[in-house]
């Protein structure tokens, strides 16, 4: 059996880029993935076209837009790998794109350019090293010997054969999305060679709420509006600008995908269903003016259906706006400024586009994503940091790639 320099095991977003730069630096380099397709996050996200990275990542910052136990942990692979340094990638491989809302960038055509050029990047090498993929093929079990050479001190059993190699990347990604192939593997890896985990919760998911309380909102299922929505307080204080859209369960829509990274178990949401205005100021202005219902004053700064579903709450806000006291039309304002709302919980893990925790990065060097247990690395997901929804979790892959190639290619000599 052929010995191979490092053998990454999954064939996502962060294996594929780290195996085809690893290549390009003369190694040999075996992907292994138990699902035949490669990249399926990549080909289902951003609505088909991917939302590759984001032109507004701060990488002096990355905690403004990263979360983690230590997110400052991403600093040194981000600032070495960029945005731009990606985009540039893009560009050479002549694959167009767009940018939409808040910096995020999607392929004009299609997300399968951007997995075409990923394995193009694998089958470029012109220093003598290859990418050779196993689909599917299923990890059965890593051994690590102190004693073997260095070359093979790890042996691969896969259900292809057992495999010898200098080094193992993970690249396994995390729990969300099971139906197209998420599975605890990398957890299961780092637990046997005495890694610490944070624990893996779903991210960037829709939230739901009891039935009961949640039936006067159900019949808004589809409805969406821009809000800001917040959880916390004081020092874990965070909100977002973004879009809320109405289920039958709760939730979704970006704000609420958004605030889901951060909202604990038991802890309240607030949000502000019109941001753009002093509602207070508003009603107690049109009081002096309209002779509209409340609901029909409402609804011109929120949607007719949600004006009518939060007027029908209350008989005080059920009359002309003219005659409403002041008492009610505060109190109105106040609740649809800040309404308190508690989840019970969310969609859980099939409908989460992150998995919140992972290894621990106390565990992993930030330069080189190199484990405690030498020559087993972890990249992308499967890693303690998550990024909020718009391209920065991609660019968390291929940044945790980029870093952890560069480090193999400068520390193993190749495979003859």
Not at 127 to 143: D, Y
Not at 297 to 315: C, G, I, K, Y
Not at 385 to 411: D, E, M, P, V
């Amino acid at each position: 059996m052929k010995t191979y320099d490092v053998v990454v095991v999954g064939a996502g977003a962060a294996g594929l880029f780290c195996a085809g730069i690893a290549a390009q630096q003369g190694l040999q380099v075996l992907v292994i993935d138990h699902s035949m397709k490669v990249a399926e996050k990549i080909r289902i996200s951003g609505g088909g076209r991917s939302n590759f990275t984001n032109r507004e990542l701060d990488v002096r910052a990355p905690h403004k837009h990263f979360l983690g136990d230590n997110p400052q942990f991403c600093r040194s692979a981000l600032s070495r790998y960029t945005p731009q340094d990606f985009v540039a990638l893009m560009q050479k491989h002549s694959i167009p794109f767009h940018e939409k809302h808040k910096g995020q960038l999607f392929c004009d055509r299609s997300a399968d350019d951007l997995i075409h050029m990923l394995l193009a990047e694998c089958n470029g090498s012109a220093n003598g090293g290859s990418v050779t993929r196993w689909q599917p093929c299923s990890l059965k079990a890593i051994r690590y010997s102190d004693a073997a050479p260095e070359a093979q001190r790890y042996e691969v059993d896969t259900s292809q054969g057992t495999v010898p190699a200098a080094a193992v990347v993970v690249a396994t990604g995390g729990l969300s999305i099971p139906k197209i192939g998420a599975t605890d593997i990398g957890y299961r890896l780092a637990k046997q060679f005495n890694l610490r985990l944070v624990e893996p919760r779903p991210g960037l998911v829709p939230l739901t709420f009891d039935e009961k309380a949640w039936a006067p909102y159900a019949q808004l299922s589809g409805l969406s509006l821009p809000v800001r929505i917040e959880t916390g307080t004081k020092k874990t204080l965070q909100s977002f600008d973004e879009d809320l859209l109405f289920t039958h369960r709760g939730l979704s829509g970006p704000g609420v995908l958004q605030i889901s990274s951060y909202w604990q178990a038991g802890t309240d949401l607030r949000i502000n269903l019109a941001p753009e205005v002093n509602l207070q100021e508003m009603l107690m202005t049109a009081k002096h003016q309209s002779k509209k219902l409340i609901a029909n004053e409402l609804n011109t700064w929120v949607p007719s259906r949600l004006a009518d579903t939060w007027a029908s709450q209350d008989t005080a806000w059920q009359r002309p706006v003219i005659e409403a006291s002041d008492k009610a039309l505060n109190h109105l304002a106040q609740r649809l400024s800040a309404w308190p709302l508690t989840p019970t919980g969310t969609e859980g893990y099939k409908k989460a586009e992150v998995t919140v925790g992972g290894v621990d990065t106390r565990d992993l060097s930030q330069q080189t994503m190199e484990s405690k247990q030498p020559g087993l690395y972890f990249i992308g997901e499967v890693v303690d940091i998550t990024g909020w929804l718009g391209g920065y979790n991609f660019q968390w892959a291929w940044a945790s790639a980029h870093a952890c190639a560069k480090a193999l290619g400068a520390r193993l000599q190749p495979a003859v």
